[in-house]
């Protein structure tokens, strides 16, 4: 079956220090990934996007990622935490060939949290 | 998301009635989704539709049943409404997921439904 598993349901950081939340997925075909943000009592924004070719894919707000297929892992990463980035975090996945796949499938989130 | 409005934003009903959701888009965008989002399960597919009057059903979706007469409309009913349904639901268009398309989904703001 195809999944997709976010490890660690809520992470705390110092400000300044690096922020990494962890994203697998299991899928017999490739996948395409995003990261969405949701800040408080709003919707989901999305960070970034995986489709196709440079594996290492730059987001909003100094927010990177790296798509792994040897792992099958896509981490969001982002150097230097700010107070700002405390939010929750979705990794997302969606598979088809084609196009013919629209839904899209998401983890159960991330609670970043930013210590001052 | 100016694109994309839901309504209403907040709503409390009573078990055992009926309750519709309206998800309302002017991006003419071809594919709309319903989703809930409990704690501790991110967001779950309800239904989604790919085009006028054509939908399907999602991971989540006994007890809802949805409509799309127009492409900027996607409307999501709870025929009897229970407290189980007690959730943030979001609506979510996309216009493709193309392997070369620049496109992800993009989240309205939420409808906090309270079933009592």
């Known amino acids: 079956a195809q999944s997709v598993t976010q490890l660690g349901s809520h992470v705390s950081v110092s400000e300044g220090a690096l922020v990494l939340l962890r994203c697998n997925y299991s899928?017999?075909?490739?996948?395409?990934l995003f990261w969405y943000v949701q800040y408080p009592n709003q919707g989901l924004q999305l960070l970034l996007k995986?489709?196709?070719?440079a594996t290492l894919v730059k987001g909003i707000n100094g927010f990177e990622a790296e798509f792994k297929k040897s792992e099958t892992s896509f981490h969001l990463t982002k150097p230097s935490a700010h107070m700002s980035d405390a939010a929750e975090y979705f990794c997302?996945?969606?598979w088809g060939l084609g196009g013919s796949n629209y839904k899209l499938t998401f983890g159960k989130g991330t609670l970043l949290t930013v210590n001052p | 998301d100016a694109g994309i409005t839901q309504s209403p934003r907040h709503k409390v009903t009573e078990t055992g009635t009926p309750v519709t959701l309206r998800c309302h888009q002017t991006e003419n965008h071809r594919y709309m989704y319903w989703y809930r989002q409990d704690p501790g399960h991110g967001l779950r597919l309800i239904h989604y539709?790919?085009?006028?009057?054509?939908?399907d059903k999602g991971e989540v979706s006994d007890g809802y049943s949805v409509s799309r007469s127009k492409t900027e409309d996607f409307l999501l009913t709870l025929e009897s409404a229970t407290s189980s349904q007690t959730s943030v639901y979001f609506c979510a268009i996309s216009e493709s997921l193309l392997r070369d398309s620049p496109y992800g989904y993009t989240f309205g703001s939420g409808t906090r439904l309270t079933v009592v």
């Open positions: 995986y489709t196709t070719g």
């Open positions: 997302a996945v969606s």
């Open positions: 539709s790919y085009g006028v009057k054509d939908t």
């Open positions: 899928s017999s075909v490739p996948p395409y």
